[in-house]
């Protein structure tokens, strides 16, 4: 966002529904200028009734005019001062959902004068406007961006301020304080002490924990809001592919015999009990000369390491007990904070075998065929499971049998990716932090608490205290917009869309 075309003696304009074709497209004036330039080119159908005379929150139905020709009929909106989103005189159009007509309306005010608006400019002169604060601005982008029913609920949450009032409340106790601090300094020659050293620890201490739980909160939120990245690893021919198309239940990924087909990492989402999943299909590891497939493996590592879950596949029928033991626990051990699923597939084949006894290959071809369609509790996935103690060992690990094929096992995979996220907190009111932003912030906060409290105990004196103090005060102002750099608005407000 350019911020020196921030003033508020502009007017600007800019369609605020999506573009393309549509039944309806909407374009959102916003300045001083607003009504009575969108009323010079507007006609209305009750003759006599001005746009000017308007009361806040009406509508009004004609038909915009270039001169004497007409572009649209078209439903106007008109906010007051101070009453509309951005705190401005505002004029909404609802025309038809032309592309054509869009622009052509939109170009007609701006050969009048008025603005094309940057990105994010209108949710930027609200801010302005103290129609809210920067984290409930945040908010603005994030419930538009919003793919799920979660991150929805938690974007509207923020919306309403929950974050705010949060940090708000810790902020104002820690800047009473701080005052206190600050008036010593002013008695300073006199040696005298207005801030009470153990209450103060006992409130540093308090924020310090509020301050932290928000932090927490962080890993729920940021999966809640940009969807739980789930790596499917594994040797060639294992089943990665088939696996993902059954989750999707949709041929997303190219299945074939031939080892290495997937040279590259394929990524779909699934939405579980309210929450995305980004599953990432990756190349099979395994020794080669294939120039191009020692990339997508190399992409495999890269892939394993930014998921919070690694989907780790076996070819159960055959491969040895105790070499997926041994996977499992040096994966569960190389990435601790990591979930851990170790998929035994193709049990259908190892059911198979145990039933083939002496019959004919057409009966086994037969018998095959009708065990794919049999319900899931045909297969023994009591009696695999118990075969591996490694998960009664390991927190992180969970360990599914499955035969990706008959989609045998796939509901057990989405009910333990579905226990991994707590969607309890959204319904208790709990504070969550979704923002990246904000947890930095909050970071900065919590190693400014850490220095205060060491210059508590080690009686540092009150003007370097002081320093620290503030430094805390700054982090947590940063995330509601109380303190703020024209880059980093220009930062925030640049990833919104045109028109809002």
Request: hydrophobic share 40%.
């Amino acid at each position: 966002m350019n911020l020196k075309n921030l003033s508020k003696n502009d007017t600007i304009i800019a369609p605020a529904s999506a573009p393309g074709m549509g039944a309806i497209a909407v374009i959102r004036i916003s300045g001083p200028k607003a009504i009575s330039i969108t009323q010079k080119f507007f006609k209305p159908f009750k003759q006599g009734k001005k746009l000017s005379d308007a009361q806040t929150h009406t509508a009004h139905f004609g038909e915009i005019h270039d001169g004497e020709k007409a572009l649209d009929e078209v439903l106007i909106n008109v906010f007051h001062d101070g009453k509309s989103f951005t705190g401005e005189e505002t004029t909404e159009i609802s025309c038809h959902g032309s592309t054509y007509i869009t622009q052509s309306i939109v170009q007609l005010f701006v050969d009048a004068g008025i603005r094309a608006a940057d990105a994010g400019e209108f949710t930027m002169r609200a801010y302005r406007n103290g129609k809210f604060d920067l984290s409930q601005a945040e908010a603005v982008a994030d419930l538009i961006h919003s793919t799920s029913k979660a991150s929805s609920q938690l974007a509207l949450s923020q919306l309403k301020g929950g974050v705010s009032s949060e940090i708000s409340k810790l902020r104002e106790q820690l800047l009473n304080f701080a005052s206190l601090i600050e008036l010593e300094l002013d008695f300073s020659e006199e040696d005298v002490e207005f801030a009470d050293r153990t209450e103060f620890i006992k409130l540093v201490k308090n924020i310090q924990k509020l301050v932290q739980k928000l932090m927490t909160s962080f890993s729920l939120g940021n999966a809640i809001k940009n969807g739980l990245p789930v790596a499917i690893v594994g040797e060639p021919n294992v089943g990665k592919s088939t696996l993902l198309n059954a989750l999707l239940e949709e041929d997303r990924a190219i299945v074939s015999d031939i080892a290495g087909t997937t040279r590259d990492a394929i990524e779909d989402e699934l939405n579980i009990e309210g929450v995305t999943y980004r599953f990432i299909d990756t190349a099979g590891i395994r020794e080669t000369s294939d120039v191009i497939e020692n990339k997508g493996i190399e992409k495999t590592f890269q892939k394993m390491e930014q998921a919070r879950v690694v989907m780790q596949l076996f070819d159960y029928s055959k491969t040895a007990k105790e070499d997926i033991e041994k996977v499992a626990e040096e994966l569960s051990d190389k990435y601790p904070e990591k979930e851990i699923l170790i998929i035994l597939n193709k049990i259908d084949i190892v059911q198979k075998s145990t039933h083939q006894g002496s019959k004919t290959k057409d009966a086994k071809r037969s018998e095959l065929e009708d065990m794919m369609g049999k319900e899931e509790a045909e297969y023994d996935f009591n009696r695999i499971q118990n075969q591996f103690t490694i998960q009664n060992e390991k927190t992180n690990l969970s360990l599914i049998p499955i035969s990706a094929k008959s989609e045998a096992g796939i509901k057990a995979i989405k009910d333990v990716l579905s226990s991994l996220v707590d969607l309890g907190q959204l319904n208790t009111g709990d504070i969550i932090i979704s923002n990246a932003r904000h947890y930095n912030s909050l970071k900065d906060a919590n190693q400014s608490l850490n220095s205060v409290l060491h210059a508590m105990e080690t009686g540092i004196p009150g003007d370097l205290l002081a320093i620290d103090i503030r430094a805390a005060l700054h982090s947590l102002g940063e995330i509601t917009g109380e303190i703020t750099t024209d880059d980093l608005l220009g930062n925030i407000f640049g990833k919104f869309c045109i028109g809002k």
